[in-house]
């Protein structure tokens, strides 16, 4: 079944996202090989270049590595994975605070709400 893609943000960075989503929720364990770029393409229905960008953006921050003609490897040095969780986090917290933001809810609203204990 094909992904589904935000028009706001570039299909690539979507795709990096949940690539690296998938590595750091142990679905690619550490030093295993990723799925092929015309594997990806296919499953998510996007041309191979747009898998090739998302992957090279990966293995610009080091979370994935490549083996020549072999493949994609997931890193398992646990300093980079738990930078980019770490970011991951970040930016889940950003998206959810700016669409409170707009809906809006105050910080004291979703403090009362955090305290609750109902999630």
């Known amino acids: 079944m094909a992904w589904k893609f935000e028009a706001e943000t ?8 949940k690539i690296c989503a998938d590595i750091l929720s142990g679905k690619y364990p550490a030093d295993t090989q990723l799925p092929s770029v015309r594997q990806f393409a296919v499953e998510a229905s996007v041309n191979p270049n747009t898998i090739q960008k998302a992957l090279g953006e990966l293995e610009d921050t080091g979370i994935v590595y490549s083996k020549g003609t072999v493949g994609r490897f997931v890193t398992g040095d646990e300093n980079i994975l738990e930078q980019e969780r770490r970011k991951a986090k970040k930016r889940v917290i950003e998206e959810f605070l700016k669409s409170s933001v707009s809906l809006g809810i105050t910080k004291q609203e979703i403090i009362d709400y955090l305290n609750e204990g109902d999630i």
């Open 10 to 17: 570039p299909v690539y960075l979507q795709i990096e996202r």
